[in-house]
C-alpha cells in the first residue's frame, strides 16, 4: 500500500507556489520505483526516523544531501577489483543505482545518518525558529481592555489555533 504525505496541504502559508508544485510533480505520471524499500517512523512531536534497506551498499557507495526542503540519497555500486571475473549463476541481491527523493516540512533538518546490518537509518528533527512559533496577541477592542488571543505551540495540525 502506498501512502501519501499530506503535510503541505495542512500547513496554512501565505502563497501557494510550494503547493502547485507539489501537485504538479504528482500529475505529471512519473513511474514510481519502490528500489530501495523505506519505512518513515515518528519517534516524537517533532522526530522522525527514515530508514532505507541498502544491503550490498557500503558507506563510500551512499550519498545524502540535503537541500532546503529535499532529502536527496543517491546509492551507486562502485566496481571492484575483487568483483571482476566472478561468474554468478543467479544474481537476487539488487545493488542496482538508485536515487530516492524526500520532500521534508519546512523547519525540519538532518540530524544524523547510519549505516548498519543493511539499513541506512536517517535521523530528522524540526525545529522552529522563535520568530516563527505563536505569539500572544493584544487586541484592542475600541469599548475597554485589550483582548489576548492566544496561539497554541502544538503545530502538528498545521494551522494555529486561536482562543478569545
Same mark, same amino acid.
Given at each position: 500500500? +502506498?501512502?501519501?504525505?499530506?503535510?503541505?496541504? +495542512?500547513?496554512?502559508?501565505?502563497?501557494?507556489?510550494?503547493?502547485?508544485?507539489?501537485?504538479?510533480?504528482?500529475? +505529471?505520471?512519473?513511474?514510481?520505483?519502490?528500489?530501495?524499500?523505506?519505512?518513515?517512523?515518528?519517534?516524537?512531536?517533532?522526530?522522525?526516523?527514515?530508514?532505507?534497506?541498502?544491503?550490498?551498499?557500503?558507506?563510500?557507495?551512499?550519498?545524502?544531501?540535503?537541500?532546503?526542503?529535499?532529502?536527496?540519497?543517491?546509492?551507486?555500486?562502485?566496481?571492484?577489483?575483487?568483483?571482476?571475473?566472478?561468474?554468478?549463476?543467479?544474481?537476487?541481491?539488487?545493488?542496482?543505482?538508485?536515487?530516492?527523493?524526500?520532500?521534508?516540512?519546512?523547519?525540519?533538518?538532518?540530524?544524523?545518518?547510519?549505516?548498519?546490518?543493511?539499513?541506512?537509518?536517517?535521523?530528522?528533527?524540526?525545529?522552529?525558529?522563535?520568530?516563527?512559533?505563536?505569539?500572544?496577541?493584544?487586541?484592542?477592542?475600541?469599548?475597554?481592555?485589550?483582548?489576548?488571543?492566544?496561539?497554541?505551540?502544538?503545530?502538528?495540525?498545521?494551522?494555529?489555533?486561536?482562543?478569545?
Amino acid at each position: 500500500m +502506498r501512502t501519501t504525505d499530506f503535510t503541505p496541504y +495542512r500547513r496554512a502559508t501565505v502563497g501557494f507556489d510550494r503547493l502547485f508544485d507539489f501537485l504538479e510533480s504528482g500529475s +505529471r505520471g512519473e513511474t514510481a520505483d519502490n528500489y530501495p524499500p523505506f519505512d518513515i517512523e515518528r519517534m516524537g512531536a517533532d522526530r522522525f526516523r527514515i530508514t532505507l534497506a541498502v544491503a550490498g551498499f557500503g558507506n563510500d557507495d551512499l550519498d545524502i544531501t540535503s537541500h532546503q526542503n529535499l532529502l536527496a540519497i543517491k546509492g551507486r555500486k562502485a566496481e571492484r577489483e575483487e568483483d571482476k571475473g566472478r561468474q554468478f549463476v543467479h544474481l537476487g541481491i539488487a545493488t542496482r543505482a538508485f536515487e530516492r527523493r524526500f520532500e521534508l516540512a519546512d523547519f525540519v533538518r538532518v540530524e544524523g545518518a547510519d549505516l548498519k546490518d543493511g539499513l541506512l537509518t536517517i535521523e530528522l528533527v524540526r525545529e522552529v525558529p522563535e520568530a516563527m512559533k505563536p505569539r500572544k496577541i493584544n487586541l484592542a477592542t475600541g469599548k475597554s481592555e485589550p483582548v489576548q488571543i492566544e496561539g497554541s505551540n502544538e503545530n502538528e495540525a498545521g494551522g494555529n489555533r486561536a482562543a478569545a
